[in-house]
């Protein structure tokens, strides 16, 4: 999702930068920093947050950066951890520009980015030593602010905490803005018995969260010398960013590092992996590790994890077009890589993000959760085809299997009654169903269950579709992100209305932030017996939640017949 954001880089950015003023020197423990001046905001771009996982802290825990000699200049954005770069999201990107109703000529400039994305954003801006986050406060700060520390989406394989993220939008409100990088794909989330067995905590997988709690553990040892109040930290994320945000929810060793959760299009409540016991037809995640290794040509001996190790992160990260091993396919890519994701190992995750949920155990800290009213518009296109979809006579199961997988129990009907009321033709409707029930119905299970945890709870539905009679993809997944962060792709199809929705979610994500408790802002808070929305759409309003029969049966789903 975050690549979207990457291609503005080239039209706001530019391949040259004016002479950076820098801050006033800012000392933590490990040494000085400086950053630098904007308009109304100091940035700190670069900042080292943990040592370099490279060589023999590849695939283990990040440990405390030891600090530098002499003053830090953070001032260069730092490179994004090690993604594919041949393939991946340029389908989903022209999706998005396709549906979008844009002209053509603003077509031609997106593409034109996009060709050059390569020399901007591609390999030589990628290392495994990418454990870096960013800073930008206002510039002159005379109390505590609150601190917001956003994790970025790209399901768990691709995207970074630079560009669009850092400008001074949300800042103005009074807050601090932290983006972080975490380690992703095969070097986030590789799991194997040999690793489990080399940790003291007979785990492996879940790099990639690890990094994301080491982060939080920084910002709260170090933000004051910022201005922020480490007593007062909200995580937010979108996509994989808001699953890590519940995953952060439901773990032991985030708890106490965050005082306030945002989960934007957080998927899949159903979806995990254990460490190395199956999930029904789902293998462990040490099995996909031995799977990986294979596929990789590597011998498993006693020296497996050093070999591994010489591998390069290139070799790693691109499974598709592995130089070793043979016949690597795309649908290798696919098996393999489904797994980068976290996993309950009985130290980072105790159980699974849906009993922990289900069993009221989430952190009880206050949560705004949500998702768009789209999703689907730019997801199903690239696994289900619309020429599949005109030869499918039962449509409204095969979105069920995709959505739900391995799942051979009986369909609600409230799902079949709702599948045949969307008043869309077969495609799209197919396209909000399975949006509805992968991201909509995740939503509304965790804040059903976590209402009872925390009161302030509170649900969000982002339903902007951009402002063209040719558009066709209506609020698709990851389009809140340039409201929230006044971030549009140039030439994206807007009018005041959409400035008045931008404006509006990022008073309400910062008072959220500053207080919690969105309640003395006019929101309804959420819960089983109260089941309001703020709706983010032409006329903004609260209402009764839009698929509340869907959902309410998918809840009953989840506690009942769905079978971990």
């Not at 700060?141 to 956003?150: E, G, R």
């Not at 601090?176 to 492996?204: C, D, Q, T, W």
Request: aromatic share 12%; hydrophobic share 35%.
């Amino acid at each position: 999702m975050k690549y979207l954001c990457a291609l503005l880089f080239i039209f706001l950015v530019g391949c040259a930068e004016k002479d950076k003023v820098l801050t006033e020197k800012i000392t933590i423990s490990q040494g000085d920093i400086y950053g630098y001046e904007g308009n109304a905001v100091n940035i700190f771009e670069g900042i080292p947050y943990a040592e370099p996982p490279i060589n023999q802290l590849r695939w283990k825990p990040p440990l405390e950066h030891k600090g530098w000699n002499d003053k830090l200049l953070a001032i260069e954005l730092p490179n994004s951890c090690m993604q594919p770069v041949e393939y991946g999201l340029n389908a989903f990107i022209e999706l998005w520009i396709e549906g979008s109703g844009m002209s053509w000529f603003s077509k031609k400039l997106i593409y034109l980015g996009a060709g050059l994305m390569p020399f901007l954003n591609g390999e030589d801006n990628q290392s495994e030593d990418c454990l870096y986050l960013n800073i930008v406060t206002p510039k002159n700060i005379n109390k505590k602010l609150p601190v917001m520390m956003w994790i970025h989406g790209g399901g768990y394989r691709y995207g970074n905490g630079s560009g669009s993220y850092l400008n001074e939008d949300l800042v103005k409100n009074d807050v601090i803005i932290v983006s972080i990088n975490y380690r992703l794909g095969s070097m986030g989330y590789f799991a194997h018995p040999a690793l489990s067995a080399e940790s003291k905590n007979n785990s492996s997988g879940n790099y990639g969260t690890l990094d994301q709690i080491h982060a939080l553990k920084w910002i709260k040892d170090n933000i004051e010398a910022f201005g922020g109040d480490p007593d007062n930290i909200t995580i937010f994320g979108e996509s994989a960013g808001g699953h890590s945000v519940r995953q952060l929810m439901s773990s032991p060793l985030s708890k106490g590092l965050f005082h306030k959760a945002i989960a934007q299009s957080s998927y899949g409540i159903r979806n995990y992996i254990n460490l190395n016991t199956s999930n029904g037809s789902v293998k462990s995640a040490e099995d996909a590790g031995r799977d990986f290794v294979r596929t990789l040509g590597v011998i498993e001996d006693e020296n497996l994890l050093n070999n591994l190790r010489k591998i390069s992160a290139e070799n790693l990260i691109q499974v598709g077009s592995l130089s070793i091993g043979e016949n690597v396919t795309s649908e290798d890519d696919w098996q393999i890589s489904s797994y980068w994701m976290p996993v309950i190992d009985g130290w980072v995750f105790e159980d699974s993000d849906l009993n922990v949920s289900r069993y009221g155990k989430t952190h009880n800290v206050p949560l705004l959760i949500g998702f768009n009213s789209f999703e689907g518009s730019s997801l199903l296109p690239l696994f289900y085809t619309k020429d599949q979809n005109e030869n499918d006579s039962d449509w409204t199961s095969t979105i069920w299997k995709l959505a739900i997988t391995d799942q051979s129990t009986k369909i609600p009907s409230e799902y079949i009654d709702w599948a045949k009321n969307i008043k869309l033709d077969k495609y799209l409707a197919s396209q909000k169903l399975w949006g509805d029930l992968n991201f909509g119905s995740s939503s509304y299970y965790s804040a059903t269950n976590h209402s009872k945890v925390n009161a302030d709870t509170y649900f969000y539905y982002f339903n902007r579709a951009p402002a063209s009679s040719k558009q066709i993809i209506g609020a698709t997944h990851g389009a809140e992100i340039m409201y929230l962060f006044n971030s549009f792709i140039p030439g994206w199809p807007k009018n005041n209305i959409d400035d008045d929705i931008g404006r509006q979610m990022r008073l309400d994500w910062t008072n959220f932030a500053k207080t919690g408790d969105l309640s003395k802002f006019g929101w309804p808070r959420f819960s089983d017996q109260k089941t309001m929305q703020m709706n983010y759409q032409t006329e903004m309003s609260y209402t009764k939640i839009y698929e509340e029969n869907l959902f309410k049966s998918m809840n009953n789903f989840y506690n009942n017949d769905f079978k971990p």
